[in-house]
């Protein structure tokens, strides 16, 4: 098995690294584009082209250790991959390590996110996305992708930001004091403040590939034009880890374009530059 960014053996150790790193490659439910089950694999691939020196932080984050642990996959239906992740998670949870999560597509995060939301009491949850993805149910389970923040909503303090696309159901289940649309982004500077001032002390973060804009970010199942720009992404990610305790992330929705490596790369790069901003 690689493993990310191609680092030393004695910087992967199961044992002594401090991030895990678990990848969910399912892709049972997604309604376009497929391909996110082989996302994980591009995403390691491109990471042995990283340099390990992170020059907005001055650190080389990968000696805090980063052991990537055996994929979680071979589910039969959406239940049992949310029965499955959920019951991972916590177990992770009890090993004293911060956690991360590499997808597949956004119905991963619904079984970690419970788990999250039990172990830490008023959880936060960040969703960074072009979709809402709030319906208590699509095509007929609620562990389908267009779900995925929908029990968040119900049971964290959820936060969400870079929304640009939602059926006009979606809005009986949204905060829109909470919600920090692209559009508005767009037109003020103040919006990254005051997301975080809404936010409690714990952070966990849901990051959709498909909230960058489909220029750079092109390799999702829904690219949706009008996304954040990489500046955007990072200026305000290390605000976050800065100002609150980020206790985990997922990355999700990564569906690889034959003969584009860029988005990949990005992915890796994005990847790195959190647990930059974590550990520094």
């Given at each position: ?23 969910i ?42 052991h ?16 499955r ?9 009890m090993?004293?390590r ?58 964290t ?18 905060d ?5 649309f ?59 880890f ?39």
């Amino acid at each position: 098995m690689k493993t990310f960014g191609g680092i030393e053996q004695k910087y992967s150790d199961q044992q002594t690294s401090k991030i895990y790193l678990q990848s969910i490659p399912y892709d049972g439910t997604s309604t376009w584009g497929k391909g996110s089950d082989k996302g994980f694999d591009a995403f390691m691939e491109a990471s042995q082209y990283l340099e390990l020196y992170d020059i907005h932080t001055n650190y080389e984050v990968y000696k805090e250790g980063i052991h990537t642990l055996p994929e979680l996959n071979g589910f039969c239906s959406p239940d049992e991959m949310f029965r499955r992740t959920y019951q991972k998670t916590r177990e992770l949870l009890m090993r004293d390590r911060f956690l991360t999560f590499f997808g597949g597509e956004h119905s991963i995060s619904i079984g970690i996110i419970k788990a999250y939301q039990e172990y830490y009491e008023g959880l936060t949850v960040l969703q960074i996305d072009a979709h809402a993805d709030l319906r208590p149910s699509y095509n007929g389970s609620p562990y389908n992708h267009a779900c995925a923040l929908h029990m968040a909503s119900r049971t964290t303090n959820l936060i969400q930001v870079g929304i640009r696309s939602m059926d006009s159901s979606e809005r009986d289940h949204m905060d829109t004091h909470k919600c920090y649309f692209a559009h508005e982004i767009d037109e003020y500077e103040s919006w990254m403040g005051e997301s975080i001032r809404q936010m409690t002390d714990d952070v966990y973060i849901t990051l959709d590939l498909d909230a960058f804009d489909p220029s750079i970010m092109p390799a999702t199942g829904t690219p949706e034009p009008g996304g954040l720009s990489w500046y955007t992404m990072i200026n305000y990610l290390s605000k976050v880890f800065t100002q609150r305790n980020v206790v985990g992330f997922d990355i999700v929705e990564l569906a690889p374009i034959e003969g584009n490596n860029a988005p990949q790369f990005l992915a890796a790069k994005l990847y790195y530059k959190m647990l930059s901003y974590k550990f520094l």
